[in-house]
Antibody, heavy 117, light 110 residues
Framework: QVQLQESGPGLVKPSETLSLICSVSGGSIRSTSYYWAWIRQPPGKGPEWIGS???????YYNPSLKSQVTISVDTSKNQFSLRMNSVTAADTAVYYCARTSGSNFYWGQGTLVTVSS | QSALTQPASVSGSPGQSITISCTGT?????????VSWYQQHPGKAPKLMIY???NRPSGVSNRFSGSKSGNTASLTISGLQAEDEADYYCSSFTSSTTWVFGGGTKLTVL
């Protein structure tokens, strides 16, 4: 059974860079059957897809966040990462990583990131 | 990209059936059979209930079913139970090679 675990700082200062890692266990990130995604959910709101990556490094981003976001993959460590620069309070959310196949999204447990000075 | 449109709330009594709608456009819901539904209890991660319009993952009750007509997808829950009370979100692939979610529907079991 695959498991996904998000890790990273829970508090980030405004204008700084948010960095998160998703560690994948119980399955290979090199699988040709899946894409790997980051999704966030601000408090009291619905989820927002941030972007997806294939093991080869091909990426797809939410156009509204594209200039701010970089998603990368490290197949040697079986993990993928999110970097979001110049964050503001509006980027405060629970951040989830997910394995995707078609519209089948399998989510990690999520990690709360608060942007505050 | 605009969020998919869901009713803010629905309610039903135990044993009844309810349906939650998810309306998009021909560029997302209407154009692809990549619509999914998630259940979220407070403080928990979303749980996949339906994928690819009408497929149920292993372990999900057959009381949950999905369908699509034109630009609107629907989630139906039959035999409503107290534990079904939660927030429900739909999601769809789009022609821009992105994913979009709905604003969510709060289900209250009376």
């Amino acid at each position: 059974q695959v498991q996904l675990q998000e890790s990273g700082p829970g508090l980030v200062k405004p204008s700084e860079t948010l960095s998160l890692i998703c560690s994948v266990s119980g399955g290979s990130i090199r699988s040709t059957s899946y894409y790997w995604a980051w999704i966030r959910q601000p408090p009291g709101k619905g989820p927002e897809w941030i972007g997806s990556i294939y093991y080869s490094g091909s990426t797809y981003y939410n156009p509204s966040l594209k200039s701010q976001v970089t998603i990368s993959v490290d197949t040697s460590k079986n993990q993928f990462s999110l970097r979001m620069n110049s964050v503001t309070a509006a980027d405060t959310a629970v951040y989830y990583c997910a394995r995707t196949s078609g519209s089948n999204f399998y989510w990690g447990q999520g990690t709360l990131v608060t942007v505050s000075s | 990209q605009s969020a998919l449109t869901q009713p803010a709330s629905v309610s039903g009594s135990p044993g009844q059936s309810i349906t939650i709608s998810c309306t998009g456009t021909s560029s997302d819901v209407g154009g692809y059979n990549y619509v999914s539904w998630y259940q979220q209890h407070p403080g928990k991660a979303p749980k996949l209930m339906i994928y690819d319009v009408s497929n149920r993952p292993s372990g999900v009750s057959n009381r949950f079913s999905g369908s699509k007509s034109g630009n609107t997808a629907s989630l139906t829950i039959s035999g409503l139970q107290a534990e079904d009370e939660a927030d429900y979100y739909c999601s769809s692939f789009t022609s821009s090679t992105t994913w979009v979610f709905g604003g969510g529907t709060k289900l209250t079991v009376l």
